[in-house]
């Protein structure tokens, strides 16, 4: 699956530094491949701030939602796992693991595993003749044989459009704050059902706010195995894996390749109907009879009224809110990318937002490589969670270093 590029012409005669591969994005996914790639032996150049999105578009007070174990970024020999870090830490690991233990392991790892990681952004990613061309934001510029994106989810925030005609100081999605204090005492309504949502508004509840949230469903819960039933039978009927329990989570643990052989409508059924928004089971004491949740309840109207939002229900009610945080999560729209030449958007293969990838993490675009939530519509649910970065690793890796090694 491969298609040419015109050649762009007119280059700058800019000096440039030659890689082997230049890795777009510095978080899990980033780090992880980076530290295969260098295992590889190859030149890689890695661009991006350390874990950005985990540390601005995350907020004070969060708790992660996956098992510590399954929160472990990934290098060859496996030197710099996360039990590795807690038990060079002094520190006895426990779930759920606080976003500011997450932080400082990512931070551990990118010293041991990827020391020279360039946290300047990259600007423009061009495909010329049989290499890339990548112009940073400080007007270098480096080539290399092969670039691989593993862009933050802060690419793909999703607001639905019926919230775009509000101000941002009025209406704004759960991405956009890495804390909350400024909500203290006011009124907030929170909309949505997830895990990011139900912690937002936890997080705003305890800090002292106001808060309502409006949920068009009810809310799923993800509970512990029932207590009713041997640990032996627990275990058989939903044995634990790194997305959860459950037999379809192990399956795509062991075989985490497998689902990218299965037909398109498959893959798609599987990403749309499975770890959808729920909240973990340590999450539902801080919001059942803490805070205002209106489950089953749609919201039908929203606009400014004399410097609040007005929120109108399907019921007809209306009330008045301070501010509304949008939990709508994320949808991938790599052609949406900013740094991607328009030549590489326009022979870049998409469904539904996201790239088609073959069995190796590489586009329609020979030599470009997507790996984490973007690859999700090819692989499967799996590697949107930290826990898929060590199979991505290694397989778009060991695909790169071919190509490299090709290509000399």
Request: proline letters at 5%.
């Amino acid at each position: 699956m491969s298609v040419s590029l015109n050649p762009k012409k007119n280059q700058a005669s800019t000096p440039s530094t030659q890689y082997d591969v230049v890795v777009m994005g510095a978080g899990p996914y980033g780090l992880s491949l980076s530290a295969h790639l260098l295992g590889h032996g190859l030149k890689v150049a890695t661009f991006g701030k350390v874990n950005y999105f985990w540390r601005n578009h995350m907020p004070d007070g969060m708790l992660l939602r996956s098992f510590w174990w399954a929160s472990s970024l990934s290098d060859p020999q496996g030197k710099y796992a996360i039990a590795r870090y807690y038990e060079a830490q002094g520190k006895t690991p426990a779930d759920p693991m606080p976003r500011e233990t997450f932080l400082d392991y990512v931070n551990w790892f990118q010293k041991h595993a990827v020391p020279n990681v360039d946290e300047t952004y990259i600007s423009n990613i061009e495909h010329v003749d049989d290499h890339y061309r990548v112009t940073l934001e400080d007007g270098r510029v480096v080539t290399s044989k092969a670039v691989a994106m593993a862009p933050g989810l802060h690419y793909y925030i999703y607001s639905p459009e019926e919230y775009a005609h509000m101000p941002k100081h009025l209406v704004s999605h759960q991405s956009e704050h890495a804390t909350l204090e400024q909500f203290k005492g006011q009124r907030v309504a929170v909309i949505g059902g997830g895990q990011g949502s139900l912690e937002t508004a936890a997080l705003l509840n305890e800090l002292g706010a106001k808060v309502s949230v409006f949920v068009r469903r009810t809310v799923r819960w993800l509970n512990l195995h029932n207590s009713i039933y041997p640990m032996w039978a627990r275990h058989l009927r939903a044995p634990k894996a790194g997305m959860g329990y459950g037999w379809s989570n192990l399956f795509q643990e062991k075989y985490p390749y497998s689902l990218h052989g299965a037909s398109r409508a498959r893959r798609d059924n599987i990403v749309d109907n499975t770890h959808g928004p729920a909240g973990s089971h340590w999450l539902k004491p801080r919001i059942i009879g803490q805070v205002d949740l209106r489950e089953n309840t749609s919201i039908t109207k929203i606009e400014e009224v004399d410097g609040k939002v007005k929120l109108t229900l399907a019921n007809g009610k209306e009330e008045l809110y301070d501010h509304v945080i949008l939990g709508t999560g994320y949808r991938p729209d790599v052609k949406g990318l900013p740094m991607l030449d328009e030549n590489i958007k326009d022979a870049l293969q998409t469904h539904r937002g996201s790239p088609v990838l073959n069995s190796h993490f590489e586009t329609s675009v020979p030599g470009l490589y997507f790996v984490g939530f973007s690859s999700a519509r090819s692989f499967g649910p799996f590697y949107r969670f930290v826990v898929g970065a060590d199979a991505a690793a290694r397989r778009a890796s060991g695909a790169i270093a071919k190509q490299v090694v090709r290509s000399r």
